[in-house]
């Protein structure tokens, strides 16, 4: 069945050192890999997303890359800041409209 | 910038209870999603509404709840008869006419007692 597995559930990194958070995804169909950061008491807010027409995206301090072969995708934030402190969910989703399929999330801690 | 707003943000009802979730998404919106988390768990995908009707919807999204876009702009999800195991946020999202990416709204908190 369709399934995303994320690594590592916790993560606490230096502020200034980068992090990285690991997803595979199962299902072979998925082609669209969203990113989102979810802060205490809050929604999911959308940070980066890439499709699988694309090997790597990166939006400043932020970057995704995605391996179709291997199935797995990864989100590298650099230069960590304590207000990167949240939890990290990756999620694949197979078509237009189609649903979300999320991993299990990463707690990141950055400390001062 | 527009935002995706629910209300409300925490309901307490007993077992048994009906319990309506609204939602006002953003309004260029085509796609629309409820989703659940139960806590320290992942987000849970229940139903996607699509040109007003149902266009896909998980094991979990059985006949007790039921979505509904009664004016063109809110969107509901209803649970007819909450269990304890209902406990959860709610997020509703919305997505525009590309499909992809998806915007979350704050989340309802549901505790059934």
């Known amino acids: 069945g369709e399934n995303v597995e994320q690594h590592p559930s916790t993560l606490s990194v230096q502020e200034g050192d980068s992090a990285v958070i690991k997803c595979t995804y199962s299902?072979?169909?998925?082609?669209?890999f969203p990113w989102y950061k979810q802060e205490l008491g809050k929604g999911p807010q959308l940070i980066i997303d890439i499709r699988s027409n694309v090997g790597e995206k990166k939006d400043q301090r932020i970057a995704v890359t995605l391996n179709k072969t291997a199935k797995h995708f990864s989100l590298h934030i650099t230069e960590t800041q304590p207000e990167d402190s949240a939890v990290y969910f990756c999620?694949?989703?197979?078509?237009?409209?189609?649903?979300?399929?999320f991993g299990q999330g990463t707690e990141l801690s950055v400390k001062p | 910038e527009p935002e995706v707003t629910q209300t409300p943000s925490h309901q307490v009802t007993q077992m048994g209870q009906e319990v309506i979730l609204r939602c006002v998404p953003i309004s260029n919106h085509l796609y629309f999603y409820w989703y659940r988390q139960i806590l320290g768990q992942k987000v849970e995908f229940l139903v996607s509404f699509y040109n007003n009707e149902i266009s896909e919807k998980s094991e979990i999204f059985d006949d007790q709840f039921s979505v509904e876009r009664p004016d063109g702009s809110n969107f509901t999800l209803k649970i007819r008869s909450t269990k304890l195991e209902d406990s959860a946020m709610y997020f509703c999202?919305?997505?525009?006419?590309?499909?992809?990416?998806?915007?979350f709204g704050p989340g309802t908190r549901l505790t059934v007692t």
């Open positions: 299902d072979s169909a998925s082609n669209y």
């Open positions: 999620a694949a989703s197979k078509w237009q409209g189609g649903k979300l399929i």
């Open positions: 999202a919305g997505g525009d006419r590309t499909g992809d990416e998806q915007y």
